[in-house]
């Protein structure tokens, strides 16, 4: 069983009213202030490596391998590999998988990973088309 500094430690991302915390090779969303579980947001070969969640709370993004968006909103249902759903998208998890370390930049349309091998990609929010960054 984990105590309560390692569970802080494994906080990737925090709003007003959710966290997020990676549990093994998951990304799993949290209610606060009374930790209630919500959802998996995400699950992730070789665990997730970061998170973000929008401030005005409409989605969040984790990435590890690959990338999952996923919209906070009812039902909340758990992320599941292989499932088509409104819940979520997804993107860099087939073949051609992305080893993404980090987020670094949140705009209103896009947002930028840092890759494991030091590339950056810009990723689009309303689709996760990928790009280069110049």
């Known amino acids: 069983m984990e105590n309560n ?6 906080i990737l991302a925090e709003s007003p009213h ?3 915390r990676k549990e093994y090779e998951r990304a ?3 209610r606060k202030p009374d930790a209630a579980p919500v959802a998996c947001v995400g699950d992730f070969y070789g665990d997730p490596a970061d ?6 709370e409409r989605f969040c993004i984790t990435v590890g391998c690959g990338i999952v968006l996923y ?16 819940q979520w998208i997804e993107t860099g998890r087939d ?5 993404c370390d ?3 930049e949140v705009a209103d349309t896009y947002f930028v990973v840092s890759l494991e091998n030091g590339e950056k990609r810009s990723v689009d929010i309303g689709t996760l088309a990928i790009e280069d960054v110049q």
């Open 5 to 10: 500094s390692d569970n802080k430690q494994n």
């Open 71 to 86: 919209y906070l909103c009812e039902p909340f249902a758990s992320y599941k590999y292989d499932q088509s759903t409104a």
């Open 102 to 104: 980090r987020i670094d």
């Open 95 to 99: 073949d051609d998988s992305l080893w």
């Open 51 to 56: 998170a973000y969640i929008d401030p005005e």
């Open 18 to 20: 959710y966290f997020i």
């Open 28 to 30: 799993m969303l949290y």
